[in-house]
C-alpha cells in the first residue's frame, strides 16, 4: 500500500512539473490538422500530414511541413499563398487535433499500457499517471529509452526516490518516439518453516527478519537459528551461506528456514 500511495503522489506531482521551457513540438506524419486563413473560410480545411511529411492545401498544393512547428508551417503556407498571387496579406493558423507522430510508448507494469500522444511538454511522471500509474506488480525503478538525432540511449529512473526527496528536476522530458518500461518488482523466496512460503517483494533495504516477518512469521516448527540464503554470484553461478537476521536482502535470493530440532 505504501509503495501504491508514492506512486500515486509521484504521478499528481508529474502532472505540476511540466518546465515551460520545454521542448518544441513538431509536426510529423499521421498528424491531423485543422487550418485557416483569417477573412477567407472558403480556405479552412482540414487534413492529415502524409508518410513524407506533406500536407495539400487549397490554391498552393502539397507543402512541405514535416519537421516544422505549427508557427513555421502557418509562416510557410502563408507565404506561398502571398507569392502564388492568391492573397496579399495571408494570416494562416494551425490547430493539431491529433498528434499522431508525437505518440510515447508506455510499457510493461502500468496499469493502462499503450502508446500516447504527446500534445505540450511532459516528463516521465506525467506519461506514467496517463498510463493509469505504476500496477501492484511493478517496481520502483523505470527505463527511459529514447532515440536523439540517430544515437538510442536508456536511462533508469527511480520515481519513488525523486518523490521522496522532491527533486522533480531528475525527472526526464519526453518526446515522440521515447518508450517508458515499468519492470516487475524485485522478487525474492522464502522457503521452508514459515506460514507462507514462495516469492515476495523486495522492499527497500529490506532484511532477512522483515522477509521472514512478510511471509508470515514462522511456524510452530522454525527456528531463526541455521537460516541460509542462497544467492547468485557475478558468474551467474548459485551459492549457499549462513544468513543473519539482519543482512539485506537482494532480487533472486533464495531463503531457508530450518525447522527447530528440539
Given at each position: 500500500?505504501?509503495?501504491?500511495?508514492?506512486?500515486?503522489i509521484?504521478?499528481?506531482?508529474?502532472?505540476?512539473?511540466?518546465?515551460?521551457?520545454?521542448a518544441?513540438?513538431?509536426?510529423?506524419?499521421?498528424?491531423?490538422?485543422?487550418?485557416?486563413?483569417?477573412?477567407?473560410?472558403?480556405?479552412?480545411?482540414?487534413?492529415?500530414?502524409?508518410?513524407?511529411?506533406?500536407m495539400?492545401?487549397?490554391l498552393?498544393?502539397?507543402?512541405?511541413?514535416?519537421?516544422?512547428?505549427?508557427?513555421?508551417?502557418?509562416?510557410?503556407?502563408?507565404?506561398?499563398?502571398?507569392?502564388?498571387g492568391?492573397?496579399?496579406?495571408?494570416?494562416?493558423?494551425?490547430?493539431?487535433?491529433?498528434?499522431?507522430?508525437?505518440?510515447?510508448?508506455v510499457l510493461?507494469?502500468?496499469n493502462?499500457p499503450?502508446?500516447?500522444?504527446?500534445?505540450g511538454?511532459?516528463?516521465v511522471?506525467?506519461?506514467l499517471?496517463?498510463?493509469?500509474?505504476?500496477g501492484?506488480?511493478?517496481?520502483?525503478?523505470?527505463?527511459?529509452?529514447?532515440n536523439?538525432?540517430?544515437v538510442?540511449?536508456?536511462?533508469?529512473?527511480?520515481?519513488?526516490?525523486?518523490?521522496?526527496?522532491?527533486?522533480?528536476?531528475?525527472d526526464y522530458?519526453?518526446s515522440?518516439?521515447?518508450?517508458?518500461?515499468?519492470?516487475?518488482?524485485?522478487?525474492?523466496?522464502?522457503m521452508?518453516?514459515?506460514?507462507?512460503?514462495?516469492?515476495?517483494?523486495?522492499?527497500?533495504?529490506?532484511?532477512?527478519?522483515?522477509?521472514?516477518?512478510?511471509?508470515?512469521?514462522?511456524?510452530?516448527r522454525g527456528?531463526?537459528?541455521?537460516?541460509?540464503?542462497?544467492?547468485r554470484?557475478?558468474?551467474?553461478?548459485?551459492?549457499?551461506?549462513?544468513?543473519?537476521?539482519e543482512?539485506?536482502?537482494?532480487?533472486d535470493?533464495?531463503?531457508?528456514?530450518?525447522?527447530?530440532?528440539?
Amino acid at each position: 500500500m505504501k509503495h501504491i500511495i508514492g506512486l500515486v503522489i509521484a504521478a499528481v506531482l508529474g502532472l505540476q512539473a511540466c518546465a515551460a521551457g520545454a521542448a518544441v513540438l513538431v509536426l510529423g506524419p499521421g498528424d491531423v490538422v485543422k487550418a485557416s486563413v483569417y477573412g477567407n473560410p472558403d480556405l479552412a480545411i482540414e487534413t492529415r500530414i502524409s508518410d513524407s511529411g506533406t500536407m495539400t492545401f487549397p490554391l498552393v498544393g502539397e507543402v512541405q511541413v514535416g519537421g516544422l512547428t505549427t508557427q513555421q508551417a502557418e509562416q510557410k503556407i502563408g507565404g506561398l499563398l502571398q507569392k502564388n498571387g492568391v492573397l496579399k496579406i495571408a494570416q494562416v493558423n494551425l490547430l493539431v487535433t491529433s498528434f499522431a507522430s508525437q505518440q510515447v510508448s508506455v510499457l510493461g507494469q502500468v496499469n493502462r499500457p499503450g502508446r500516447y500522444p504527446v500534445d505540450g511538454p511532459r516528463t516521465v511522471l506525467d506519461m506514467l499517471a496517463v498510463a493509469g500509474g505504476v500496477g501492484p506488480e511493478g517496481g520502483d525503478m523505470v527505463g527511459l529509452v529514447r532515440n536523439r538525432n540517430g544515437v538510442a540511449t536508456r536511462e533508469t529512473i527511480d520515481v519513488v526516490d525523486i518523490v521522496r526527496k522532491g527533486e522533480l528536476n531528475r525527472d526526464y522530458e519526453v518526446s515522440g518516439g521515447d518508450i517508458i518500461f515499468v519492470e516487475r518488482a524485485p522478487r525474492a523466496y522464502v522457503m521452508g518453516e514459515v506460514q507462507r512460503p514462495g516469492p515476495l517483494r523486495v522492499e527497500r533495504a529490506m532484511t532477512v527478519q522483515q522477509a521472514i516477518a512478510a511471509s508470515g512469521g514462522l511456524t510452530q516448527r522454525g527456528t531463526q537459528r541455521g537460516l541460509r540464503i542462497t544467492r547468485r554470484d557475478a558468474t551467474g553461478a548459485s551459492r549457499t551461506s549462513e544468513a543473519k537476521l539482519e543482512d539485506a536482502v537482494q532480487a533472486d535470493d533464495v531463503i531457508t528456514v530450518r525447522e527447530s530440532w528440539f
